[in-house]
């Protein structure tokens, strides 16, 4: 199995993927560079990318997911 296929796949612990855990992740590091601040989701994509291989469309479509918009 190909490491992208692995990157969707739920991990049994708390269901997240690795796409999400990274995004999350990175969100958290910005949030706190940021002193709290607002992460313009452009940013965080620039940031998310350096770890896994995501298109802007499934980056969006998991960004809504964790903010359950």
Do not use: N
Not at 35 to 54: D, N, Q
Request: glycine share 6%.
């Amino acid at each position: 199995m190909a490491r992208i296929d692995l990157d969707r796949i739920p991990d049994v612990r708390d269901g997240l993927t690795r796409i999400e855990r990274v995004v999350l992740f990175e969100l958290h590091k910005a949030q706190r560079e940021r002193s709290g601040r607002h992460v313009p989701s452009a940013v965080l994509y620039g940031r998310v990318v350096e770890h896994v291989s995501i298109s802007v469309s499934e980056f969006q479509s998991t960004l809504q997911r964790l903010v359950g918009r």
